[in-house]
């Protein structure tokens, strides 16, 4: 036994065992992340360094670090070499961004596939596909209304860091988009919605997310490129689920110490680590 763990040793300290070892963990357990841009906060903020826990969501195919080149083929074209569970309603999940997959994003998942999403000023929509009973069971009855004649869950999700700001109308924005062809969801009017902009025939946006594909939207709803500009995310791109901050500073470069060695978790349900970001 002393042999056995003696060559583990003298493996992991030479050159080849600690490339091997350290691309073992980047691989298949855990990849750094950095959150580029403030589309997360306040949950997560500009400046926070994150491990991405690489085995929630099944095992990713693994790519060259940087180079975004995959190591191994996928057979079966779901983008993964283990397949696992699927990403839950609520999660925050780190995924290949569609349009150019060696970039990552990290957002919400809103909806999976199967759901009905209604985005309108300051207020989102949800219907999960398993209907009535399940809404009625699973959510609050203040949060459910009735939208054309259907059940929606308003703003199912309660962690602190989702919000609007007062200072952003991301609706201009929607409408260019709109008109440029740049945007997934399809306009529509409910009556029970109060109107947008005198002269629009629509006051709501709408979209039902395709089987296998999962709706992120950032926890900063009023500055967010996400799947109401560019649509629902594929299985295939699905890489990961934020753990833990190994390092946080802000943009002035002071380390946020009261961050660091924090999960993922324990930042977004508690209110403390809740930053107002400028």
């Known amino acids: 036994m002393k042999k056995i763990f003696s060559k583990i040793y003298d493996f992991s300290s030479s050159w080849t065992g600690t490339i ?16 580029p841009s403030g589309s997360m906060k306040n949950t997560l903020l500009v400046g926070d360094f994150l491990f991405v826990k690489k085995f929630s969501y099944g095992i990713p195919t693994p ?5 975004e080149v995959p190591v191994a083929p996928d057979f079966d074209g779901d983008g993964h070499i283990l397949k696992g569970d699927m990403p839950r ?31 309108t ?9 398993e209907g009535d009973k399940y809404i009625d069971e699973n959510y609050d009855k203040k949060d459910i209304v009735i939208l054309n004649g259907v059940k929606f869950v308003k703003e199912p999700y309660k962690f602190k860091g989702i919000h609007y700001s007062d200072k952003i109308d991301i609706l201009p924005t929607t409408i260019r988009a709109l008109e440029s062809g740049k945007f997934s969801m399809q306009p529509m009017y409910v009556k029970e919605l109060p109107q947008l902009y005198s002269g629009l025939d629509f006051n709501a946006y709408y979209k039902k997310v395709p089987n296998g594909e999962f709706f992120m939207i950032g926890d900063n709803r ?57």
């Not at 091997?20 to 959150?35: D, E, K, S, T």
């Not at 999940?93 to 990552?104: E, G, M, Q, S, T």
């Open 63 to 67: 790519h060259i670090p940087w180079l």
């Open 89 to 119: 309603r609520g999660d925050i999940v780190v995924f290949r961004y569609p349009p150019d997959p060696k970039l990552h994003f990290v957002k919400r998942n809103f909806a999976v596939g199967g759901d009905e999403v209604i985005f």
């Open 121 to 129: 000023s300051k207020s989102m929509y949800l219907r999960p596909h």
């Open 20 to 35: 091997i070892i350290v691309l073992f963990v980047i691989f298949f357990v855990a990849q750094a992340f950095v959150i």
């Open 222 to 278: 009023d500055d967010s490129n996400d799947s109401r500009f560019w649509g629902s995310v594929p299985y295939k791109f699905i890489v990961g689920k934020p753990w833990f901050i190994y390092f946080s500073w802000d943009k002035n470069k002071k380390i946020r110490w009261e961050r660091i060695g924090r999960f993922v978790d324990t930042v977004q349900n508690n209110e403390k680590f809740i930053h107002e970001q400028p």
